[in-house]
């Protein structure tokens, strides 16, 4: 299948609407990633706090067992 150049003034608007369109749906989709990405980014960096707090009470555990348990 061959597709011949647009020749008229018609012919290439339709093609401008075409790519218009196509553009502003990359964009959109583009801004909507960028919105999710924010959120994943927000909640990696709860998942990262909340990781440090961990190591910490289980360093803080770690502790108490050796003072506890004489050897």
């Known amino acids: 299948m ?5 020749t008229t003034v018609k012919e290439w ?3 401008c609407v ?11 989709n ?7 990405l924010g959120k994943l980014e927000g909640q990696l960096e709860k998942i990262e706090e909340q990781l440090t707090m961990s190591v910490g009470v289980i360093k803080y555990l770690e ?7 004489p050897v």
Do not use: F, G, H, Y
Request: glycine share 0%; no cysteine; proline share 3%.
């Open 2 to 6: 061959t597709k011949k150049t647009p």
């Open 18 to 28: 075409n790519l218009n369109s196509a553009l502003q749906l990359a964009i959109d």
């Open 63 to 69: 502790m108490k067992l050796e003072r506890t348990n």
């Open 13 to 15: 608007k339709k093609v």
């Open 30 to 36: 583009e801004i909507k990633l960028d919105e999710k």
